[in-house]
């Protein structure tokens, strides 16, 4: 018994120096690395909160295919008739054996206009409005690790999850929001919550993640919200028809030609 004990508590006291150990780089970096599926297709509703209290409604579809090198994502909006075939197509590149990342390509597609046009994935134009959501287009994709400072400030308990509390800084002091906080799971390093902060260091927009669920062993939040706690609208996505890994995406999906030919369904 004695044996046992001592066993147990050594490897509790492993733990909580292990746990002591990580910075907040190492916590976003896991975080960063956390597996996903290789393809996933679902269905969303996205609710945009105006200012004068007013609620619009988007029904959108999302796909997305890991190529290992590039993961290829796109999200075309169904209805309402004004914005049906509108859509957004993401290339995200993953980094080389020496830590460097290519940045992402990134195209919109208005059908009422008929034309595709670059997004740049940094500087004003990325922190501009996603289809008029509380969503930014640096929002829509993975943020580089390396375009950050991290800073472990902390523990704290989100919706009775405890989280690593790191505090993120942008070398970019151009940015609109150049500092947020990360919430992320202790036991899954899952994002749950991050507050992102203006260029005068205050509180701009929250995030908040709920409504978990596991898929074939991936984690995945149904509910994304972004709230703007300046202007008072927010904007909601509810994920549904979650399919992980079930059947290959057609490569020629996930395309400039098939965004504008209306092909993705």
């Not at 006291?13 to 597996?35: C, H, N, R, W």
């Not at 922190?127 to 390396?146: A, E, N, P, Q, V």
């Not at 950050?148 to 919706?159: Q, V």
Request: proline letters at 2%; charged letters at 30%.
């Amino acid at each position: 018994m004695k044996k046992t004990i001592f066993t147990l508590t050594t490897f509790l006291m492993g733990a909580t120096i292990f746990a002591q150990s990580l910075t907040g780089y190492d916590i976003m970096k896991k975080a960063d690395e956390v597996p996903e599926p290789i393809t996933s297709s679902s269905t969303a509703t996205l609710t945009i909160h105006t200012k004068k209290g007013s609620d619009r409604k988007r029904e959108v579809i999302m796909k997305s295919k890991d190529y290992g090198d590039v993961k290829k994502e796109v999200i075309v909006f169904v209805t309402p008739k004004d914005v049906a075939g509108t859509g957004y197509l993401m290339f995200e590149y993953e980094e080389d054996s020496n830590g460097n990342k290519k940045d992402s390509d990134n195209w919109l597609y208005m059908p009422a206009m008929k034309k595709t046009r670059r997004i740049a994935s940094s500087g004003s134009e990325s922190d501009g409005s996603f289809m008029g959501t509380d969503f930014t287009y640096r929002d829509m994709g993975d943020r580089k690790l390396s375009d950050y400072d991290y800073k472990l400030l902390g523990e704290e308990k989100i919706d009775g999850t405890d989280c690593y509390k790191v505090e993120c800084v942008a070398k970019d002091k151009t940015e609109k929001d150049p500092r947020y906080i990360s919430y992320i799971g202790k036991s899954d390093f899952i994002l749950r919550k991050c507050e992102l902060f203006d260029r005068q260091n205050h509180l701009h927009r929250v995030l908040t993640c709920t409504d978990f669920t596991t898929i074939k062993g991936f984690t995945t939040a149904q509910r994304m919200k972004m709230e703007n706690v300046q202007s008072g609208t927010w904007s909601l996505f509810e994920t549904s028809n979650i399919v992980y890994d079930g059947g290959d995406i057609d490569d020629s999906m996930l395309t400039v030609a098939a965004l504008e030919k209306g092909r993705i369904r």
